[in-house]
């Protein structure tokens, strides 16, 4: 199949951002090389390469001298925006979408904000955590306490991570009000149970969807990536323990 270099650069573009929007949302390694395969194909190149790691994308095509590499420097949840991406990968699959379209599409879908608002990310953080204290047999007296850490918490997590962008850290400081808040609650006679409030309220700090794509890019054969998540998901877990270590080491 013919095409024009500009057709060629705007196949590229597309593979790229479809990639770059799912590895930014937290999907998984080997699941944003087979989107970008898929759209290649769509497309008529069924011969295409990716590299992709937590922090960079590499893609070329066989029979182009053409290689692509952008880098990823933030990364969040957003299954959402990878559900939409991978509905733009079957569309043209299927034939019903254009390359330009597509393009446009991603381009909307990277732009658009689709996180729930703060308020209702709190209140779903601050619940789950007083239910978490349940769940580990905490007593229901321990449940509001777990509300409020957890909470709490989760504000400190989600403000630090937009002020100041040294990894870890924010889930750090975080673990340490969630401690100091836990202590405070049995000090003055709400709560009884300091380890169950503690368990429960840093429940929405734990990287759990990080630890799941280690485990499947590992079990998919991407190696390096498995490893580096995994790397990332244990620093952060460590940032989490040592935090409440501190808190109760002081106390």
């Known amino acids: 199949m013919d095409r024009t270099q500009e057709e ?12 770059k929007i799912m590895l930014m949302s937290g999907a998984e390694t080997y699941r944003v090389e087979d989107t970008m395969s ?17 922090t960079a994308i590499v893609f070329s095509i066989d029979g182009m001298e053409l290689t692509k590499l952008i880098r990823i420097s933030e990364r969040s949840t957003d299954l959402r925006k990878v559900d939409l991406v ?13 390359v330009q379209d597509a393009h446009k599409r991603l381009k909307e879908i990277e732009a658009e904000n689709l996180a729930y608002p703060l308020w209702l990310q709190f209140l779903a953080a601050a619940i ?7 769940i580990f047999l905490g007593k229901w007296i321990d ?25 870890f850290f924010a889930e750090f400081i975080a673990s340490i009000v969630i401690g100091l808040i836990a202590y ?32 499947r890019d590992l079990m998919a054969g991407h ?10 998901a244990f ?3 460590f940032a989490i323990g040592s935090g409440i270590a501190i808190v109760l080491t002081i106390f």
């Open 86 to 98: 991978n509905s733009i990968s079957r569309s043209m699959s299927s034939k019903t979408l254009t």
């Open 235 to 237: 620093l952060t877990s």
């Open 128 to 134: 789950s955590s007083g239910c978490f204290v349940i």
């Open 8 to 19: 060629i650069y705007e196949i590229f573009r597309v593979c790229l951002l479809a990639g």
């Open 38 to 54: 898929r759209i290649a194909a769509s497309c008529g190149f069924d011969e295409s390469h990716s590299f992709v790691t937590p």
């Open 184 to 215: 405070s609650m049995i000090l003055i006679g709400v709560g009884q149970q300091i380890d169950k409030i503690i368990i429960g309220a840093v429940m929405p700090l734990v990287p759990g969807l990080a630890i799941t794509n280690a485990l």
């Open 223 to 232: 190696l390096f990536s498995g490893v580096s998540k995994g790397a990332e």
């Open 143 to 167: 449940f509001l306490p777990g509300c409020m850490a957890g909470g709490i918490g989760f504000l400190c997590t989600d403000y630090l991570h937009r002020t100041i962008r040294i990894r």
